[in-house]
């Protein structure tokens, strides 16, 4: 379906005039890896997902323009869609290309992924690396020792860190709120993303984040474009390795040799303890090393009243202070 943009277009949150000048951008780009042939008017365009609250798959438009003025989005159908989805890729000159253009943050947790993504960035950006930086969200949930590890990388790769952390203490919140589950995963948005939205507000309108996701984490991100809007950071989000494999990113890592995260000798993700990925194991590893972080979600559960636990097994409530006592 082809419909023409306005002024008067409409968005989620009121980004409409945010997307059109992001848009605007890139068709001034040129980026011929995001250049498709559409399937609905058979012309060229620029290729984009667009997100839509509620929907998990995001759907996919072609926009077509000139003099950097999208004036036509044609609105692919899940047919249509299916065939470029996974085949669209933002090559290196195209990133570069982006890059000397805009403001970067690589979205820096710690992990394999996004430390891989800034590696591969600054090798992509040799020529303007003073306009890459970091960022790092600190939960207030995580490990400390992963913190320090981002500090010591940045450091290391002399690449400008910016730390942010949600205004409330996760502990605190969840203790008012609840304990985040699968139904109710209030920590994604409150401890990551309204810490960053917020930094990224106060910044100018040229930017774009990067972030590590790839496809082959899930059925759901094998679907996902390399570059979107995001609407909760009111600028381009990019995935530059989304169709790097775990290989991939291995080899490449090693070939950098550097230090490698704490968290992966802890053997368990150390970012966020929310409960809903994880199981007994995660729970006694951090009653190992790091008893005091326990404690403090012990003192959660209790002032959940009996209702709601971190653990469940078969459809059971397993306190964490049980496991204190087992041996």
């Known amino acids: 379906m082809a419909t023409r943009i306005g002024s008067d277009s409409n968005s989620e949150n009121g ?25 609905v008017c058979s012309r060229e365009g620029l290729i984009m997902s667009k997100w839509i609250k509620g929907i998990k798959v995001k ?30 890729r933002l090559s290196r000159p195209d990133l570069t290309r982006l890059f000397r253009n805009t403001d970067g943050y690589v979205l820096f947790s710690g992990g394999q992924d996004s430390l891989c993504t800034l590696l591969y960035l600054l090798e992509a950006t040799k020529n303007g690396r003073e306009r890459l930086s970091a960022i790092h969200v600190d939960t207030t949930a995580g490990f400390p020792e992963v913190t320090d590890y981002v500090r010591s990388i940045c450091q290391l790769l002399d690449v400008t860190l910016h730390i942010v952390k949600p205004d409330r203490d996760y502990f605190d919140l969840a203790k008012r709120w609840g304990i985040p589950g699968f139904n109710a995963r209030w920590c994604c948005h409150e401890l990551k993303v309204k810490p960053i939205r917020d930094f990224l507000a106060a910044l100018p ?16 991100r094998s679907a996902y474009l390399p570059v979107w809007f995001h609407p909760s950071f009111r600028c381009l989000s990019v995935s530059p390795i989304i169709h790097w494999s775990h290989d991939e990113v291995r080899t490449y890592l090693e070939k950098h040799g550097l230090p490698e995260s ?60 049980s496991l204190k006592h087992t041996p």
């Open 15 to 39: 980004n409409g005039h945010l997307q059109a000048e992001a848009l605007a951008m890139l068709l001034r780009l040129h980026l011929s890896s995001l250049t498709v042939q559409c399937p």
């Open 59 to 88: 759907p996919v438009s072609v926009y077509h323009g000139s003099d950097g003025t999208a004036h036509q989005e044609c609105q692919l159908s899940k047919e249509q869609a299916g065939p470029l989805r996974g085949q669209v």
């Open 205 to 220: 309108d040229r930017k774009v984040v990067y972030d590590g996701i790839r496809a082959a984490e899930s059925a759901q």
């Open 262 to 321: 704490p968290a992966k000798a802890f053997g368990c993700s150390a970012e966020c303890w929310c409960g809903a990925y994880k199981k007994r194991s995660d729970f006694q590893k951090l009653l190992e090393v790091h008893p005091d972080i326990f404690d403090k979600l012990v003192e959660v559960e209790k002032a959940q009243r009996g209702r709601f636990t971190f653990m469940y097994e078969n459809g059971e409530q397993i306190r964490l202070e």
